[in-house]
């Protein structure tokens, strides 16, 4: 039985780990085009400028998945590598935003998702 070597696993767990970054995201910002009251702190009445703002969201995650998704099916490393630091960098700001209307959950399941970006950076480059 052969073994796997890490170079060969590097690059697939920064492509797994980069392609459930956008997911989430793109996710998220369907959700709020979808119902803006999904993403609202509880008690806040959705309204047109939550639309509009969920609209904005999906405008800059779902092309970015798309483009993502691009790079892992042509296996461009160098892509992966700029993108997926793209995808941190925008979850780690987001973090920020979290922490605005004092949702802890959803500052701390940013920079989750901001740490699990730079292990599966790290793994790319190693």
Do not use: C
């Amino acid at each position: 039985m052969k073994a796997i070597s890490s170079q060969t696993n590097a690059p697939r767990l920064a492509s797994f780990i980069t392609a459930a970054n956008v997911l989430v995201a793109s996710g998220f910002s369907i959700a709020g085009v979808i119902n803006p009251a999904y993403l609202l702190p509880v008690n806040w009445p959705p309204t047109e400028a939550s639309f509009i703002f969920a609209l904005y969201a999906a405008a800059r995650t779902i092309p970015r998945t798309l483009i993502i998704f691009i790079a892992i099916y042509n296996r461009s490393t160098s892509a992966l590598i700029v993108l997926g630091s793209l995808a941190g960098a925008v979850q780690f700001s987001d973090s920020g935003v979290g922490l605005y209307p004092h949702d802890l959950g959803k500052a701390l399941a940013r920079i989750i998702h901001r740490r699990l970006a730079d292990v599966a950076q790290a793994a790319d480059l190693a």
